[in-house]
C-alpha cells in the first residue's frame, strides 16, 4: 500500500512545477523516437507472424465442413484486434521499452544527475518522466494499429501459401461484420496499457537505490510489475466496456 | 551567505547529524571535514534540500530555506551550481550541451549568447575546445571540470562541491583545488566544499568545520589546524604520514 500510495505521489508530481512548454517539445519528440520508432521492428516482428501462426492454427482447429473458410480470417481479426496487437504487444512493449526506462532513469539515478537536476531547481519527475508518458501514450497506440495491420497482413500471406484458405474468403472473413467498436476497444486498452508501462517503469527506476546490481534488479521489477498492470487493466476493461 | 542552525538528521532511527549549527561565508571557500561516514555529505545534501533535515533551520543570505515554499526553493536553487562526487555529467549529452544545460531549460537566453557563454565557462576550467567531447571521451578530472563551468555558467551565487578531489590524482586535484577558489574570490560567491583530503584542506581552507561522529568538533582556518587542542581533530589531521612529518 506504500508503494502504491508512493506511487499516486510520484504521478502527482508529473504535473507541477513544470518547465516551460518549449522545454517538454524536443524531449517529447525525442522520446517518440526512442519509443515508437526503435520499437517498430520488433513489433512489425512479431505480429506478422503471431498473425501468421494464428491463421494456421486456427485453420488447424476448425476442419469442418460446416464452417465456412473465411471463419479463419474473421477469427484472426477480432483476436488480433481485441487482445493480440493491444496486450500481446503490450507485454513485448514492456520488455522492450519499460526495461528501457527503468534502466536509464536507475542510472541517472545512482550516478546523481537527477540530484544534479533537483539542485538545479528543476522538478526532475516532471523533466524527465512526463516526456516518457506523453512519447508512450502518442506511439503506443500507433504501434497497435501497425501490429494489427501487420498481424492480418501477415495471416493473409500464411493462410494463401499453406493453402488454409484463399485470398478471397481471407478478406471476405476480415470485412465480414466488421464491429468498428472493437477498434475504439483496443486504441482505448492501448491508451491504458501504455500509461501503465510508462509510469510504472519510470517509476520503479527513479526511486532506484544503490548500485547497478539495483539497476537490473529495478528494471527487471519495472517489467513484472508492467506486464501484471497490463494483464489486470485487460481484464478490468474487458468487463467495463464488452458489456 | 549560508547559516545553518541546529542542523538533525537521522536515518532509520540512527543519529547522522546531531546539532550542527554554523556560517558559511561569502567570497572564501569553506571545507567542511571528517572521517568517511561522519555525516558530511548527508550535511551537504541537507543544506542543498536533496535530503530534508528533521530538525533546524538553513538561511541562503536572510531567505529561510528549510520551510520556503516551492517557489522560494525553486528561486534559491536556481541560484544553486553544485559539483558532484562523481561529477554527474548526463552522459548522452555532449560537453558544450552538459555546460548548456541550465542555460537552456532556466533562462530565455538567445542561442548565440549560450554559446558565447558556455565557451567563456569551459575556457575559464581549461577545457577550451573540448565542446563537442562526450563525458565518457575525457578523464575524470576534465569531468570535475566540466562539472565546475556547469555549476557557474548560470553566475550561481552559491558552490557546493561534494568530494571535489575523490578519484583524482594529486596534481590534478590541486589543479581543482586551485579553480575552485579562483572561481570562490573572483565571482565573489559562497563556497561550500566536502572533502576529507587535507591537501585540500591545506590549500583552500580558508574556514573549516570539522564533523566527528555527527557533531562540529572543531571549527578554525587552515592556519589554526596544527594547535587545535582538538583530540579526534588532531588525530584526522594527522592520520597522514605527510602531517606527521610536518607536526
Known sequence: MEALGKYFIFLGKLLVNRESFGTYVKLVIDECMAIGINSIFLVSLVSFFMGAVTTIQTAYNLISPLIPDYVISLVVRDMTILELAPTIIGVIYAGKVGSSMASGLGTMRISEQIDALEVMGINSTSYLVLPKVIGSVLMYPLLVILAGLLSMIGGYLAGHLTGVITPTEYIYGIRFEFNPYMVTFAMIKSLAFAFLVATISSFKGYYTTGGAVEVGKASTSAVTQSVIAILTADYLLAQLLLK | MITIENIHKSFQGKSILNGISGVFEQGKPNLIIGASG??????????????????????????????????????????????????????????????????????????????????????????????????????????????????????????????????????????????????????????????????????????????????????????????????????????????????
Not at chain 2, 39 to 66: A, N, Q
Not at chain 2, 106 to 130: H, S, W, Y
Not at chain 2, 188 to 206: F, K, P, Y
Open chain 2, 38 to 247: 561522519t555525516g558530511k555529505s548527508v550535511l551537504l545534501k541537507c543544506i542543498v534540500g536533496l535530503i530534508p533535515p528533521d530538525e533546524g533551520h538553513i538561511y541562503y543570505d536572510d531567505k529561510e530555506f528549510t520551510n520556503a515554499s516551492r517557489d522560494l526553493k525553486t528561486e534559491i536553487r536556481r541560484e544553486i551550481g553544485m559539483l558532484f562526487q562523481g561529477g554527474a555529467l548526463f552522459d548522452s549529452k555532449t560537453v558544450e550541451q552538459n555546460v548548456m544545460f541550465p542555460l537552456d531549460v532556466l533562462t530565455k537566453m538567445p542561442a548565440g549568447e549560450k554559446i558565447d557563454r558556455v565557451n567563456f565557462c569551459l575556457e575559464r576550467v581549461g577545457l577550451k575546445g573540448q565542446n563537442n567531447k562526450m563525458p565518457s571521451e575525457i578523464s575524470g578530472g576534465m569531468q570535475k571540470r566540466v562539472g565546475i563551468a556547469r555549476a557557474i555558467v548560470n553566475s550561481s551565487r552559491f558552490l557546493f562541491c561534494d568530494e571535489p578531489n575523490s578519484g583524482l590524482d594529486p596534481q590534478t586535484s590541486i589543479l581543482i583545488d586551485d579553480l575552485i577558489l579562483e572561481i570562490t574570490e573572483e565571482y565573489n560567491i559562497t563556497t561550500l566544499v566536502v572533502t576529507h583530503d587535507m591537501n585540500s584542506v591545506l590549500g583552500i581552507g580558508s574556514r573549516i568545520m570539522f564533523l566527528y561522529k555527527g557533531v562540529k568538533c572543531w571549527e578554525g582556518t587552515k592556519d589554526e589546524i596544527t594547535d587545535s587542542g582538538v583530540k579526534e581533530f588532531d588525530d584526522f589531521v594527522f592520520a597522514n604520514k605527510v602531517m606527521q612529518r610536518l607536526r
